[in-house]
Nanobody, 120 residues
């Protein structure tokens, strides 16, 4: 069971990035998936969750700017980030689990993160 986050990089404030979370060794169809982020010196923050039915939930810090979606054919979950702010700079991680509560608690499978840097 492996997850790989990618798509991070440098974006200007107000710009956009799209992150991908690709699963290998298993299919994401019946998994809930969440994106977390962690900035230096700060606690890990859960920012977006999508369940197997496609229902989503966002933290207040990203609501209205970020969109989580899934493409089961591609075995991938995306995080579209728009209107980026300097405070969005962090390492972004994805996690998945069959039980959505494990995803919410962060006790599912984790992938390596991808760095997002935002220039002002």
């Amino acid at each position: 069971v492996q997850l790989q986050a990618s798509g991070g990089g440098l974006a200007q404030a107000g710009g956009s990035l799209r992150l991908s979370c690709v699963a290998s060794g298993f299919t994401l169809d019946n998994y809930a998936v969440a994106w977390f982020r962690q900035a230096p010196g700060k606690q890990r923050e859960r920012i977006a969750v999508i369940n197997k039915f496609g229902s989503t939930n966002y933290s207040d810090s990203v609501k209205g700017r970020f969109t989580i979606s899934r493409d089961n054919d591609e075995n991938t979950v995306y995080l579209q980030m728009t209107s980026l702010k300097s405070e969005d700079a962090a390492i972004y991680y994805c996690t998945a689990a069959p039980n959505p509560f494990d995803v919410l608690k962060g006790t599912g499978s984790w992938g390596r993160g991808t760095q997002v840097t935002v220039s002002s």
